[in-house]
């Protein structure tokens, strides 16, 4: 068996590194602009719950956790306002779990922290790398579950 490459020892851990800094920018950015009582697990389930809402069931997987886990932070999320539960539309046993108000304002800043987060990249890269990088990932990066790794 060879030697892997240099690049693909060190090429994981700059990704995680750099997963998790943005993870801790947007997150910062959030918390400034006062929606101090959510985590980033929290904007993860956002992310499964902005396109039209979601089972908890469904949000479970998205999440990678169990229903009971998943239901946990449904009801913490219903308490503080962000989500609320609906009748299904096609499954009367099941609930719907969409965001509010304030939780589409939560989405918002969110969206507004993550583009203050990569502006950055922008200055170091140059616009012609980022936009580089941008579809390198977009040819990488799996399409459809958004995951805490943490």
Same mark, same amino acid.
């Given at each position: 068996?060879?030697?892997? #490459?240099?690049? !693909?020892?060190?090429?994981?851990?700059? $990704?995680?590194?750099?997963?998790? #800094? &943005?993870?801790?920018?947007?997150? %910062?950015?959030?918390?400034?602009?006062?929606? =101090?009582? /959510?985590?980033?697990?929290?904007?993860?389930?956002? !992310? @499964?719950?902005?396109?039209? +809402?979601? =089972?908890?069931? #469904?949000?479970?997987?998205?999440?990678?956790? %169990?229903?009971?886990?998943?239901?946990?932070?449904?009801?913490?999320?219903?308490?503080? +306002?962000?989500?609320?539960?609906?009748?299904?539309?096609?499954?009367?046993?099941?609930? $719907?779990?969409? *965001? %509010?108000? /304030? +939780?589409? #304002?939560?989405?918002?800043?969110?969206?507004?922290?993550?583009?203050?987060?990569?502006?950055?990249?922008? %200055? =170091? *890269? +140059? @616009?012609? @790398?980022?936009?580089?990088?941008?579809?390198? &990932?977009?040819?990488?990066?799996?399409?459809?579950? &958004?995951?805490?790794?943490?």
């Amino acid at each position: 068996m060879s030697e892997p #490459e240099p690049i !693909a020892q060190s090429l994981p851990p700059l $990704l995680i590194a750099l997963a998790s #800094e &943005l993870v801790h920018a947007i997150d %910062t950015g959030v918390r400034d602009r006062g929606f =101090t009582d /959510l985590r980033p697990a929290h904007g993860f389930a956002f !992310a @499964r719950l902005a396109p039209g +809402g979601a =089972t908890v069931n #469904e949000l479970a997987v998205h999440l990678g956790v %169990t229903k009971q886990a998943a239901s946990q932070m449904v009801d913490d999320l219903v308490r503080k +306002g962000y989500v609320e539960r609906h009748p299904h539309p096609s499954d009367a046993r099941a609930k $719907l779990i969409v *965001l %509010t108000d /304030l +939780g589409w #304002e939560c989405t918002r800043a969110t969206e507004a922290a993550a583009a203050d987060a990569v502006r950055p990249w922008a %200055t =170091t *890269l +140059g @616009r012609r @790398r980022l936009r580089e990088l941008h579809e390198d &990932l977009n040819l990488l990066a799996p399409v459809g579950q &958004l995951r805490p790794a943490w």
